[in-house]
Nanobody
Framework: QVQLVESGGGSVQAGGSLRLSCVVS????????MGWFRQAPGKEREGVAS????????YYVSSVRGRFTISHDNAKNTVYLQMNSLKPEDSAMYYC??????????????????WGQGTQVTVSS
């Protein structure tokens, strides 16, 4: 059974930084695409960043490119999202997710089949 547990959310002022972590257990199919999504109240969930583990391939939504960095530690089975220069519009519940298939990598929600419970990020102005 695949389980994802996020941590690292919190409240920060605009311009601050946070690092989100997501520990993945139970996934045994080797390299895979892992991603971070976010959902603000009243809005649809959107893909923020994704990476195919074991490669340099990373994808970002334009609104976070240059401020957020996704990374993966294979030894710890953990995917991270380093968020710098945070803005109030980054406030949302952040979720990590694992791709449905062992190949490919996107930022489309429907391509991901395993999800964590989320961690809240609040950025004040």
């Amino acid at each position: 059974q695949v389980q994802l547990v996020e941590s690292g959310g919190g409240s920060v002022q605009a311009g601050g930084s946070l690092r989100l972590s997501c520990v993945v257990s139970g996934y045994t199919d080797g390299s895979v695409c892992m991603g971070w999504f976010r959902q603000a109240p009243g809005k649809e969930r959107e893909g923020v960043a994704s990476t195919y583990t074991g490669t340099i391939n990373k994808y970002y939504v334009s609104s976070v490119r240059g401020r957020f960095t996704i990374s993966h530690d294979n030894a710890k089975n953990t995917v991270y999202l380093q968020m710098n220069s945070l803005k109030p519009e980054d406030s949302a519940m952040y979720y990590c997710a694992v791709f449905r298939r062992p190949f490919g990598c996107t930022l489309y929600e429907s391509d991901f089949g395993y999800w964590g419970q989320g961690t809240q990020v609040t950025v004040s102005s």
